[in-house]
Nanobody, 127 residues
Framework: QSQFVESGGGLVQPGGSLRLSCLAS????????VGWFRQAPGKEREKVSCISIDNDNTNYPDSVKGRFTISRDIAKKTVYLQMNNLKPDDTAIYYC????????????????????WGQGTQVTVST
């Protein structure tokens, strides 16, 4: 079954780092746009990064810019989210999502533009 599978979440102290992985299980990432989103209890889903697989263009909101880095390994069919200097406000369930041949650029994409979603991985930043 073709699906996105996230991994790498966990509990980390403030200031720590985590690397999340998003595996495209059963299909190629070619021509996909992949985004990482997060949702904390009581809050709306927020896009935290986006990458166009074909041209490696990336985009970040101000809330994570300089701390989060998205990258892709086409051969491994995996998109990564490196998260540094984590803060308690980063606590959320993190989801990766993909859309094939998304016409919008990463910077203009929203959650509703992505049709394939992973199951999510919990990230907790706490002492």
């Amino acid at each position: 079954q073709s699906q996105f599978v996230e991994s790498g979440g966990g509990l980390v102290q403030p200031g720590g780092s985590l690397r999340l992985s998003c595996l495209a299980s059963g299909f190629s990432l070619e021509h996909y746009t992949v985004g990482w989103f997060r949702q904390a209890p009581g809050k709306e889903r927020e896009k935290v990064s986006c990458i166009s697989i074909d041209n490696d263009n990336t985009n970040y909101p101000d809330s994570v810019k300089g701390r989060f880095t998205i990258s892709r390994d086409i051969a491994k069919k995996t998109v990564y989210l490196q998260m540094n200097n984590l803060k308690p406000d980063d606590t959320a369930i993190y989801y990766c999502a993909g859309e094939w041949l998304l016409r919008k650029g990463c910077g203009f994409s929203e959650a509703a533009d992505f049709s394939s979603w992973g199951q999510g991985t919990q990230v907790t930043v706490s002492t």
